[in-house]
C-alpha cells in the first residue's frame, strides 16, 4: 500500500514547537482529507487534526489554540503547526490522507509510518 512520508517530529521541550509535514505521492488523486492523528503507548489512536479540500478544518480540544493545520491541494501536503508543547502531546503522530479511487467509485485511504513527537524536559 502507498505510504505518506512525514517528517518534523523531535524531541522539544515544554512549551516549544514542531512543524510536522506530510506528503502525498502523486499517484495519490482526488485527495478529500488530509489529518494528522497520535497514538501514545498503550493509548488509542486519535485524530488530532484534519482539513478537508475544501479547507474544513477540525481540532480534537485538547489541542485547539495551540496547534494549526494546513495544505496545500496543489502539492497535496500537510503540515501541523503544534506550538505550546505539552508532555502529554508526547506520542507518534500519523498523516491520513483519503481520496478516490481513480473511477471515484471508491473510497480510499493511505497512512504515514508515523514521527515520534516527544515533549519532555
Known amino acids: 500500500q502507498v505510504q505518506l512520508v512525514e517528517s518534523g517530529g523531535g524531541l522539544v521541550q515544554p512549551g516549544g514547537s514542531l512543524r510536522l509535514s506530510c506528503v502525498a505521492p502523486?499517484?495519490?488523486?482526488?485527495?478529500?482529507?488530509m489529518g494528522w492523528y497520535r497514538q501514545a503507548p498503550g493509548k488509542q489512536r486519535e485524530l488530532v487534526a484534519g482539513?478537508?479540500?475544501?479547507?474544513?478544518?477540525n481540532y480534537t480540544n485538547s489541542v485547539k489554540g495551540r496547534f494549526t493545520i494546513s495544505r496545500d491541494n496543489a502539492k497535496s501536503t500537510v503540515d501541523l503547526q503544534m506550538n505550546s508543547l505539552k508532555p502529554d502531546d508526547t506520542a507518534v503522530y500519523y498523516c491520513?490522507?483519503?481520496?478516490?479511487?481513480?473511477?471515484?467509485?471508491?473510497?480510499?485511504?493511505?497512512w504515514g509510518k508515523g514521527t515520534l513527537v516527544t515533549v519532555s524536559s
Open positions: 491520513n490522507v483519503r481520496y478516490r479511487s481513480p473511477s471515484g467509485l471508491r473510497s480510499m485511504e493511505s
Open positions: 502523486g499517484s495519490i488523486f482526488s485527495i478529500s482529507f
Open positions: 482539513i478537508t479540500s475544501g479547507g474544513g478544518t
